[in-house]
């Protein structure tokens, strides 16, 4: 764990992101905000339309917020009632939030703030959010339970939180050895999330986690066997040439050589925690 350095990971990562690991994240985000949100906050006409129940525009946060794809759903959701939140979306990398500012730039998004700011020390004054989305970011953290705090501290009394984290990630290599990472273990276990938002001050009995599966990753990769060696270069990036080639179409040969289909070689299976303060 020592030597896991997120930042720099990320830092490599940010012009690529989107193209392999935000297909996966992104395609559980959508899942939330388009169809858990609204029901798991007791959502109203007034919420629907980003708004609190005085009718006051909601506060969001987009907790390490990467390359902006949860600002970037909410900014769509927003679009289709003509009501805009205010969003702060926030990221340790300046990279990464870099990216969500020409986003932001570049799709006239309305009422959005990127800054740089890191998760386990948020500047935010207590009770500012309605709602705040840290979509597989925890785990990253070096101390996961501090970034949990601060979520707990800057939602509004009422406000929803949402954490996401891996369960399960079944994308491979060439060896047949499943795709690790040094939180991979730990995260693993809905215990650590939920632990962890009870530790922060959430109730338990106010806490939901349900599970949700995503292969957005197949298709793209059947139809451009390079797909990971592309985008995610930082896996690859001292590897020669040759290699590089041979991953994408390796990786082809044992997903259709598996029994339960090349689907299941690509698929990711997600906590989403739901925790109300």
Known sequence: MADHNPAKHFDELASTYEGLIGLMTGDIARHILYEMLLPATGASAAAAKNETASGAAMVIHDNACGTGLVTQYLQDIASRT?????????????????????????????????????????????????????????????EPQ????????????????????????????????????????EWSKE?????????????????????RRTDAVYEPFMRDVHLVAKAYGAAVKDWPDEDKERLGPEMLKILQAREDGPAEGLCHVAYIAIAKK
């Not at 020390?121 to 785990?139: E, H, R």
């Not at 060896?175 to 939180?183: E, F, I, V």
């Not at 215990?191 to 599970?211: D, H, M, P, W, Y």
């Open 82 to 142: 003509g009501s805009y939140p205010t969003i702060h979306a926030t990221d340790f990398v300046p990279a990464v939030v870099d990216v969500t500012r020409r986003k932001s730039a570049t799709l006239g998004w309305k009422n959005v703030d990127a800054s740089v700011m890191d998760s386990q020390a948020l500047t935010f004054p207590d009770g500012l959010f309605d709602l705040s989305v840290t979509n597989f970011g925890i785990f990253f953290l070096p």
């Open 146 to 185: 501090r970034g949990a705090d601060h979520i707990y501290r800057t939602l509004k009394p009422g406000g929803t939180a949402v954490v996401t984290s891996w369960k399960e990630r079944r994308l491979i290599r060439p060896d047949s050895k499943p795709l690790g990472a040094p939180w991979e273990e």
């Open 191 to 211: 215990e650590t999330l939920r632990s962890v938002l009870e530790k922060a001050g959430f109730e338990a009995r106010k806490i939901q986690i349900v599970e």
